[in-house]
């Protein structure tokens, strides 16, 4: 786990082999770039969510959510003005 180049910012990818990586990738996207325009913040971590679950992994998918509902108001709320353009 590396913060600074997986696709799920301080988390893992993956594990067990399956991955969510392409899942985290455009999470962060929704977050910090105009690909979110438009949506809440419950809804793109809902998304986020999904798609993990559709990875065959319920348990990481509620971990994810729960922390992305918990502790990620500040990215957010940084990319604002990006996001909104």
Do not use: Q
Not at 21 to 28: I, R
Not at 30 to 57: H, I, Q, W
Request: hydrophobic share 30%.
């Amino acid at each position: 786990m590396n913060c600074n180049t997986n696709k799920c910012t301080c988390w893992f990818d993956g594990w067990f082999g399956k991955s969510w990586a392409e899942c985290c990738d455009t999470h962060d996207k929704e977050y910090m770039t105009p690909a979110g325009k438009g949506m809440t913040k419950s809804n793109v971590d809902n998304k986020l969510f999904k798609c993990v679950r559709s990875k065959g992994c319920l348990l990481m998918a509620a971990v994810m959510w729960l922390g992305n509902k918990s502790f990620s108001w500040y990215y957010w709320n940084k990319y604002k003005e990006i996001r909104n353009g």
